[in-house]
């Protein structure tokens, strides 16, 4: 089964929102709530609403979140400050200094925005490794994606994107070199951020893309596996993604193994139509 989702930017929501771990508003579970608190703001930074040093919420607004009182938020902050997460500053309030350990990047499949961001956002450092960057004829599934003709001249980004100074996937991105030449893209690349990064500030009007979302078992001899120094089979998640302007044309087409313990990924669904039930049974 795969998971078939088109993607677009909606407008960010601003409101604080805290969960437990167990997904549900509120803190509802047996442990001191002090240690709730530490959990939720835990989860909340995890979630990359703020970048290393970023102000947090004041206690006022974490209080009426959480509905506890401001001695059980204070005594869960002062655990992350422990910690060596969050910082106090007299007269300035309570900063994010690092994110929590074990850091994904995030990103959230409701909105059109490259994993640059979520980095940013986490304060997570990319980098490239075995980046290969060439001037490629389209094959048969390159050119149905870009929907040109077969041995169409095409750019192709290969590399080992690193998350954290880990191999977190292997990545292959082809444009079409009417858009960016191979020489113009050796030149303005930088390993540290996204093909759709350089085709933005190049001024190309992205509107759209859209993600296919499967699974593949990579095995330590396979050429992937092999890049990603992998000692053992493992699970990765299959992403293969086509960008469009926003006239619909493809400009973009990528695909990428991610190893599990360095993506998550969410969507946020509204309800749009139920069947009701006849009758009281």
Known sequence: MRLYICLGRIPQRKE???RDRRGSSGLTGRDP????????MEDLLLRGRYRAGDRIPPEAELVESLGVSRVTVRAGLARLVERGMLERRQGSGTFLMRPPEGARLRPGLERLETYTVHAERLGLELGSEDLRIEAVEAGAEEANALELPVGSALVRVSRVLLVGGGRAAWMVDVVP?????????????RPEAMVLDLLVSEGVSVGFGQLSIGAALI????SI???LGLTSPTAALSLTQTMHLTSGRPVQWSRDAFLPEYLDLRVVRELFEVRGLDGGH
């Open 16 to 18: 604080l929102e805290i």
């Open 33 to 40: 709530l002090y240690l709730q608190v530490e959990r939720s």
């Open 177 to 189: 070199e009417s858009l960016i030449g191979v020489e113009k893209m050796r030149e303005r690349f």
């Open 219 to 222: 095995g330590p001899a396979d």
């Open 225 to 227: 596996g092999r890049r």
